[in-house]
């Protein structure tokens, strides 16, 4: 089972920008798709981004499609979410998984603990 650690939330202006990081460790990272996810205040857990094994695919909800980007680094063990051009409707806790991937928190069998994007309007 893989172990999963976010970092880099925080608080930013509307039109601001944050990277976040997932970092993993156990067992081998580059098997597994990673996913980004988000709970909103008082909304359900919804998808943010995916990305296959290599890197080479990745897919992304329509809401964040054009600002955020994810990318991985399998010689580091760490998966990334860059933040782009937020909006006060991106404040939510972020998590990363891992698992079989795409769009359903289903198919992902590992989560980080989360970690908080505020954006102030």
């Known amino acids: 089972q893989v172990q999963l650690v976010e970092s880099g939330g925080g608080l930013v202006q509307t039109g601001g920008s944050l990277r976040l990081s997932c970092t993993a460790s156990?067992?081998?990272?580059?098997?597994?798709?990673m996913g980004w996810f988000r709970r909103a205040p008082g909304k359900e857990r919804e998808f943010v981004a995916t990305?296959?094994?290599?890197?080479?695919?990745?897919y992304y909800a329509d809401s964040v499609k054009g600002r955020f980007t994810i990318s991985r680094d399998n010689a580091r063990n760490v998966v990334y979410l860059q933040m782009t051009s937020l909006k006060p409707e991106d404040t939510a806790i972020y998590y990363c998984?891992?698992?079989?991937?795409?769009?359903?928190?289903?198919?992902?069998?590992?989560w980080g603990q989360g970690t908080q994007v505020t954006v102030s309007s």
């Open positions: 998984a891992a698992g079989a991937g795409f769009t359903l928190a289903r198919n992902y069998n590992a």
């Open positions: 156990g067992r081998a990272f580059s098997s597994y798709v």
């Open positions: 990305i296959n094994w290599g890197g080479e695919t990745t």
